[in-house]
């Protein structure tokens, strides 16, 4: 059963934070649009609150990134991320900042002077959550930043890189164990999605966990169908199973970089929006390219390992791996990419001894017989997995020492029509190739083809919004919004701000941000179809005036619109958008604060805008827009709208 393992009461290193189970409740809903936590995450905040160490093991998609968010939320001191991966970085800041939250991160991508803004911001205070690269965080240029402002707990994202027994060992983690020196009563977390018991007890040892409270959850993803097929004709079978399945964002992993080229080159010219990513591309290129699979101006990755664990994109529906990994942790971490939103997903293996030969010539090659010795047993389990007639899923958490808990429709190929076991042991020399006991079933549709989508032609139109506005403020979609929250609108059909807040994951800035583009888009759905919502459309009323004070960080912002800094400089300063300082002022004229608005809005555009509100109403800003014309911003209308002149139109 999932749940606390080892010490768990822990050693308490920093303060208490007096914080109920009402204030952790309303701001998971208030920011992230839940109404109840995730199995775990509830017990793993707590922890983090009673300033406690923590050790969290929790399978991708669990909802770990939340477990040392929300408690900087809530407490308003800043907290400190560790993370490999500059893209990672990006992706996990560009989210929190579309969600209201000042968030930033430190990292090579930036030059000195953007650093030097950014360090100022952490400084003041205006920075809640901060994400580095751990060479960064124990460097002498960094430390001292810290040092003046001690964080209130750190969190270790990725920490199965700090064990030389992780299949994605990095050097430079190994150094995080000096936070122990520098920061003795500062809390600190390890997360982490894979990790044998090896593993985990290396993580504990070197980063001295051994009392800290420890969460383990289930490592099943019960979205995703793993499926084995023998490799012949391997492309030919690659190219069917796109075909079948439609649209739709997927990874396809190549051991080598050579492979990764031509494959993605074959598809291309099979008309497939294809491209190859390695460790052989230019910096820039290999950039250019993540983003384009993030933002969905490409929809299939090509790739070598090197890419995956900078990948935060929910909405990935297949993992096919074209060449045999390595080892299963391996293939449970890349697999594991597929499906983080919940939605059914496929895991797709091609198998083939020859490629069991490869990775043995390449184990040969290594000095030490001891490296050898594990590599090959690694390996072993590997092609256990891929060819013995045991329920794939079951195996691949007995790997994990998790037992199968049960599984509602078929969960791997061998479920959906069973075959008969060979015996699979790596033979030395090898013989050749060997039968393989999977068989390919074309016509059978996986659990990915036949999820169904309440009002499929609103979703699309959704999708369209949501890469529009994602384009315009230059973020990857699934930070405006997760397939999951589209589906949603989509069969409730919200004719209202109220109605909108109660999908699950739209919170209120989000609501703010993007509700009047979405409410438009369905009303004009129902119009045109007759469809049924689950309320009457009508007019909403005006929004009501806020009578529970500004947030820490809408105050932060105010304080510094009425120092004189302009939008942009705000923006600048704090490591946010400008949409997002439009919404905190917008906020604050709600809340009956005093704002310049002149200083935001020329008065003959505020005059514009309220006459073109006097005509078509307030409720919704694009009739407002298409009424006005070019030459007037999505903000500015909502400004306007915001400020007391504008109580009660309808």
């Not at 017990?43 to 770990?64: A, C, H, W, Y």
């Not at 796109?242 to 099979?270: F, H, M, N, T, W």
């Not at 050749?432 to 139109?461: I, K, M, N, Y």
């Not at 809340?591 to 006459?611: H, N, T, Y």
Request: hydrophobic content about 35%; charged content about 25%.
């Amino acid at each position: 059963m999932a749940g606390n393992v080892g010490d768990s009461g822990g050693r308490h290193r920093g303060r208490v934070q007096p914080v109920d189970d009402a204030q952790l409740l309303a701001k998971l809903k208030s920011v992230y649009g839940y109404d109840s936590f995730r199995p775990l995450q509830h017990e793993i905040i707590r922890s983090i609150l009673r300033g406690q160490d923590v050790f969290v093991l929790m399978p991708t998609g669990g909802g770990k990134s939340l477990c040392y968010q929300l408690p900087a939320l809530l407490t308003g001191e800043l907290a400190v991320v560790v993370s490999p991966l500059i893209a990672l970085m990006k992706d996990q800041v560009d989210a929190l900042q579309a969600l209201g939250v000042p968030a930033t991160f430190i990292n090579s991508s930036l030059d000195s002077s953007e650093i030097g803004r950014r360090q100022s911001a952490v400084a003041r205070g205006d920075v809640k959550l901060l994400y580095v690269a751990p060479e960064r965080l124990v460097s002498p240029a960094f430390l001292p930043l810290l040092l003046a402002r001690t964080p209130s707990y750190f969190a270790i994202d990725e920490a199965h890189c700090i064990s030389e027994w992780g299949h994605d060992f990095r050097p430079e983690y190994r150094e995080l164990c000096r936070l122990r020196e520098l920061f003795p009563s500062t809390p600190l977390g390890a997360f982490t999605a894979t990790a044998t018991r090896r593993v985990r007890a290396d993580i504990k040892s070197h980063l001295r966990l051994e009392m800290a409270a420890g969460f383990q959850g289930d490592f099943n993803r019960p979205n995703l169908f793993y499926e084995v097929r023998p490799k012949k004709a391997a492309y030919q079978q690659l190219v069917a199973y796109l075909k079948r399945r439609g649209p739709g964002s997927g990874i396809v992993y190549c051991q080598s970089r050579a492979g990764a080229d031509e494959v993605a080159a074959k598809l291309r010219a099979d008309g497939f929006s294809a491209l190859a990513y390695h460790a052989g591309l230019e910096s820039d290129d290999r950039r250019r390219r993540q983003e384009s699979f993030i933002r969905d101006d490409v929809q299939i990755m090509v790739a070598t390992i090197a890419f995956g664990m900078g990948i935060d994109k929910p909405d990935v529906r297949f993992v096919i791996h074209y060449d045999l990994p390595k080892n299963l942790e391996g293939f449970y971490q890349e697999s594991g990419r597929a499906g983080r939103d919940g939605e059914p997903s496929d895991c797709l293996l091609f198998y083939s001894y020859a490629d069991v030969a490869k990775q043995k010539y390449f184990i040969d090659q290594k000095p030490s017989p001891e490296e050898r010795r594990i590599a090959l047993h690694q390996l072993q389990q590997m092609v256990n997995w891929a060819t013995r007639a045991t329920c794939r899923r079951r195996a691949l958490l007995a790997y994990f020492d998790e037992p199968l808990r049960g599984q509602s429709g078929p969960c791997c190929d061998l479920c959906r029509t069973p075959v008969q076991e060979e015996d699979s042991t790596i033979p030395a020399p090898f013989k050749g190739e060997r039968a393989q006991p999977t068989a390919q079933r074309e016509a059978v549709p996986s659990t990915a083809d036949s999820a169904a989508h309440p009002h499929q032609p609103l979703f699309d139109q959704l999708r369209v919004l949501r890469k529009r506005l994602a384009d315009e403020r230059e973020v990857p979609p699934y930070v405006i919004f997760h397939d999951t929250t589209l589906r949603q609108i989509a069969a409730q059909l919200p004719a209202s701000r109220e109605s909108l807040l109660r999908v699950r994951g739209l919170g209120e800035q989000k609501a703010l941000n993007y509700g009047d583009a979405v409410l438009e888009c369905v009303v004009e759905y129902v119009r045109q179809t007759g469809a049924r919502p689950v309320e009457e459309p009508s007019k909403p009323p005006p929004k009501p005036r806020r009578t529970d004070g500004l947030s820490a960080t809408i105050q932060v912002t105010l304080d510094l619109f009425r120092a004189g800094r302009s939008v942009d400089e705000i923006a600048t300063d704090r490591g946010l958008s400008a949409t997002t300082v439009e919404g905190h002022l917008a906020e604050a004229l709600e809340a009956g604060e005093s704002v310049d608005l002149d200083r935001l809005v020329s008065q003959d555009k505020q005059r514009a805008v309220a006459a073109a509100m006097a005509e078509v109403g307030s409720a919704l800003l694009k009739p407002i827009m298409d009424r006005l014309g070019e030459g007037y911003s999505y903000g500015e209308l909502r400004l306007v709208r915001a400020a007391p002149s504008c109580d009660g139109r309808s």
